[in-house]
């Protein structure tokens, strides 16, 4: 019988670890990572410029720009708001803006010191009526208007105001800058544009008020303001004699009257909805007159003054304003090609018991003749029927649309009213 051995047991004991070998081995995998970074970062550095110019790419470097005061926007402004005057121990700090309201109260500095003058040619008119006030000895108001004085002759002083409570009066009261006050006289008042020009004798204010007082200059130039910078005075916002400093954002705006038409000057500057007063442009010229207009908005907004001096003119000779009563819009060559109908002046509204009303003119008929003279813009419009008689017939060519939806050519001849 064979015998039978038993299993044969092992005991496996477990290896003494080599510390020293795997602090060494660690070691190397460390020295060899490092080694290998390096090599791809030298084999990047020298791939990128010739990937680059493979690719077109060239890597832009980064630029630190610091921009003085003033400095912004240099080349692109034709007449910028002159600069803030920088003395030698600001000039250190020229190269960077560390203190922005200070910059800030700059810019409204220079703008006080521009309205300097122009703010001395601001007057106040007064409507006078009934008798003397048996309490103060003073006749009693119907209202205050503002206004600007715009020309002095060698006998006068002419000045361009609003005219809402002028209208009920014919005697007045002129405050000057200086705090004078005299009797003032009206020239002509217009309702259609809310403004009149009202005369003031020279001999009424003495040597030393004239010295005190100034006189504003009128633009002659609608063009090339937007994004301007302009300065608001009078009472843009319901207070008088303030300041305000802004930029012209918008001139495409229009103000339309009857047998006129004119530019807004739109700003960026908050006023009041009731406010008036002058925009002056860098140079202290009045580019525009702030008028009440009814509308619901808060921002500033001027009539061209340059649009509005051949109305000034006519106002200051004491003339009637010619009135035909339509309140028109300029068809452009463009809109006109594009609509397919005649260039010329299309009449939105036709006001009632108006000479153009008599004549059967109506609302959609374009005009495109005065008289002997094609008319194609309301400002030749304007400027044709001014130069009208009063109480004479002139004859008004014009298109009308058919009921075929066809423009047809028609003669109507109307009297030329005066206001």
Known sequence: MKEEYPFIKETIKKETPDVGAQVRRIATLAVGGVVFGICAALSMAAFLPVAGGIMGVTPT???????????EGEEESAAPMPEPSVSAEDSEQAGEISRPLE???HIYEEALHISEEPRKALVQVSAMRGGENLLDESLLRWGDEEGIIFLCSDSNYYILSTCESLLKSDDFRVTFSNGDTVRGYLCKADARTGLAVVRVPVISLSEEARRE??????STT??????????AIGSPVGDYDAVVYGMITSVSGRYTVADAEYNYLTTDMKGSVNGTGMLLDAQGDVIGFILRTGEDSDIIRAVSVAQLRPLVQTLSNGEDIRYLGIRGITVTEARANALKIPQGIYVDSVETDSPAMRAGILSGDIITG????????MESYTDRLQKLSVG???????????AEGVYGEMKLRVT????
Do not use: H
Not at 370 to 377: C, F, Q, R, S
Not at 392 to 402: A, I, S
């Open 61 to 71: 470097p980064e630029l630190q720009v610091t921009l003085a005061p003033g400095d």
């Open 103 to 105: 910059y800030y109260e």
């Open 213 to 218: 007082i100034s006189v504003a200059k009128l």
């Open 222 to 231: 609608c063009t090339g303001l937007q994004a301007k910078p302009a300065i």
């Open 370 to 377: 005065l008289g002997d003279a094609e008319v194609k813009t």
């Open 392 to 402: 004479g017939q002139t004859m008004v060519r014009l298109w009308r649309r058919g």
């Open 416 to 419: 030329v009213d005066g206001k």
